[in-house]
Each structure stands twice: as structure tokens, then as C-alpha cells.
T-cell receptor, first 115, second 108 residues
Framework: NAGVTQTPKFQVLKTGQSMTLQCAQD?????MYWYRQDPGMGLRLIYY???????DKGEVPNGYNVSRLNKREFSLRLESAAPSQTSVYFC?????FGFGAQPQHFGDGTRLSIL | GIQVEQSPPDLILQEGANSTLRCNFS?????LQWFHQNPWGQLINLFY???GTKQNGRLSATTVATERYSLLYISSSQTTDSGVYFC??????????FGKGTKLSVKP
């Protein structure tokens, strides 16, 4: 059982470069999320996809774009990386229909450094 | 939005000691999870506990939703318990809203 898989695990970029972080889940969840974690902080929501075909901004969306490729995959793209985007990025998934509650499941994170 | 406050921010224990971590939240929630972030940065699901009490080995958790707090109990602590413990509650977008965590260090 892979759960939520993120690639790559580590990446170093130069300012201005672009890259895409990949996330895939095998639990047949409808909702997927991207968070970032900065030193000494909890996770903050970047973007989310409540269901296949929809995406919405979270708390800190500036500088990012997302694509819900299909039910399993949700990617996060940095078009022009900036040092302020140095962080650890987590992808998560869950069942969610706008009510009720189910636990979220997290990937192992992508550690991104931008020089 | 919902605010999540965790206390204490830092905790140092001797191996074998017990501890209680607290999570206060500012509004009613239908989802609450406790996580352990290990030294490798992985987020480990400990409990999904929007209300009531659960136990898993040396760890247990209680959420009193009507009073807007949750407690995580660690008994007979071990060095492998070290790391950061996060409380997270459900947001309106199905996301989780995280506290800043409690950093636990267990000394041998």
C-alpha cells in the first residue's frame, strides 16, 4: 500500500527556474491538497482540489499553479522559482464531500531549496 | 478563520516520563488529527479524533469538542518519541489547519 507518493524527495533550483512537483494517491480519494511547511511552522494550504476537474486557492497560492491530472494525480508547478519558496512541500488526500469528516493522508514531502 | 494553539511549544523529558500535550481551537470542528513529525520530516498519523478518547499503545488522545480542546498523552516516553507533534483541525475547504507544534525531546 503506497498511500500518497511524492516525487522528487529533494530538489535544488536556481532562482527563476521552473519545476513540477508530482503527487499520486492510490486510495481512490476524491480530494487532494498541497501544503508547504516553513521552519518552526505548521503546514499551510497552497492549493486544493475538492474533486477531479476542480482546483482552488488556499492560504498561500502566490507563485504556484496546480493541475489535477486525473483522480489519482495532483501536481504543483513553480513557474519562476524564488528563494521565498524554499520549503518542504507536502501532498495529502482524503474523502471529502463538503460535510462529515475523514482523516487526511500525507506523503513524505519534497524538500525544495532555491538558491 | 479557525485558530489552533498548541502548548507547550517545547518539552524536554527523561526517558520513562509521562507528558500531556494540549491543543486549543477557536471554533467547532468536525475533524481533528494528531501527527508526529519524525526527525526525517515524515508526518505520521497518530489519531483521527474529532471527539472522544482513543488509545494506541503508550499514546492516547482525548478531544472535548464542546470545550474546544484536545489532549495527547504520552506515557513511558522513549527516545524514539522525539520530534514535533502537530494538532490539526478541519477547515472549510476540507483542508487541515495546523498548530505550530510541540517539539518534544526525550533524553536517555
Amino acid at each position: 500500500n503506497a498511500g500518497v507518493t511524492q516525487t522528487p524527495k529533494f530538489q535544488v533550483l536556481k532562482t527563476g527556474q521552473s519545476m513540477t512537483l508530482q503527487c499520486a494517491q492510490d486510495m481512490n480519494h476524491n480530494s487532494m491538497y498541497w501544503y508547504r511547511q516553513d521552519p518552526g511552522m505548521g503546514l499551510r494550504l497552497i492549493y486544493y482540489s475538492a474533486s477531479e476537474g476542480t482546483t482552488d486557492k488556499g492560504e498561500v497560492p502566490n507563485g504556484y499553479n496546480v493541475s489535477r491530472l486525473n483522480k489519482r494525480e495532483f501536481s504543483l508547478r513553480l513557474e519562476s522559482a524564488a528563494p521565498s519558496q524554499t520549503s518542504v512541500y507536502f501532498c495529502a488526500s482524503r474523502w471529502w464531500f463538503g460535510f462529515g469528516a475523514q482523516p487526511q493522508h500525507f506523503g513524505d514531502g519534497t524538500r525544495l531549496s532555491i538558491l | 478563520g479557525i485558530q489552533v494553539e498548541q502548548s507547550p511549544p517545547d518539552l524536554i523529558l527523561q526517558e520513562g516520563a509521562n507528558s500531556t500535550l494540549r491543543c486549543n481551537f477557536s471554533d467547532s470542528v468536525n475533524n481533528l488529527q494528531w501527527f508526529h513529525q519524525n526527525p526525517w520530516g515524515q508526518l505520521i498519523n497518530l489519531f483521527y479524533i474529532p471527539s472522544g478518547t482513543k488509545q494506541n499503545g503508550r499514546l492516547s488522545a482525548t478531544t472535548v469538542a464542546t470545550e474546544r480542546y484536545s489532549l495527547l498523552y504520552i506515557s513511558s516516553s522513549q527516545t524514539t518519541d522525539s520530534g514535533v507533534y502537530f494538532c490539526a483541525v478541519g477547515g472549510s475547504q476540507g483542508n487541515l489547519i495546523f498548530g505550530k507544534g510541540t517539539k518534544l525531546s526525550v533524553k536517555p
